[in-house]
């Protein structure tokens, strides 16, 4: 498995509930570009459109020695799921609060583009300022415990 990129803001920002990975529908030079790691998923999210699954706001750059046929960079992407977790996900993001949130781009051992895909909600800012706090507390322990040693 080889990581191209990781979205660290979802993991901060976003409570994530559950994690599918997903087939990601690409055209062109966008595989080559992909395995530049030109790829930006902070802004990203997914919606499920008429039984599919779609990526949005996810930046995708052009090749450089690729033509003038290069897609748009923030065009819309299918992803590859079963009809069971399409199922679930349309579900859960009905229920009021949970989103759909890129986590990770990799290339499966065969060479095909995935995508992991969490099924989030947002934290609020007093969540944010409580997990760092406990964060730093546990660092402070473990100093004090290589301090005693």
Not at 29 to 41: P, Q
Request: aromatic fraction near 10%; charge should be positive; proline fraction near 3%.
């Amino acid at each position: 498995m080889n990581i191209v990129a990781t979205n660290r803001k979802a993991y901060r920002d976003y409570e994530i509930f559950e994690e599918f990975d997903a087939g990601l529908v690409l055209k062109g030079c966008e595989v080559k570009s992909l395995r530049n790691g030109a790829i930006t998923l902070s802004d990203g999210y997914g919606q499920v459109k008429d039984g599919e699954v779609f990526l949005f706001n996810v930046h995708v750059s052009p090749y450089k020695e690729g033509n003038i046929y290069n897609p748009d960079p923030k065009r819309v992407r299918k992803l590859l799921l079963k009809k069971s977790e399409i199922n679930k996900l349309y579900g859960k993001t009905q229920q009021k609060g949970y989103t759909i949130v890129p986590l990770k781009v990799y290339f499966s051992d065969k060479g095909k583009a995935k995508i992991v895909i969490g099924l989030a909600r947002g934290r609020r800012a007093y969540d944010k300022k409580e997990r760092i706090l406990k964060k730093e507390m546990k660092r402070e322990l473990l100093r004090t415990r290589k301090a005693v040693r």
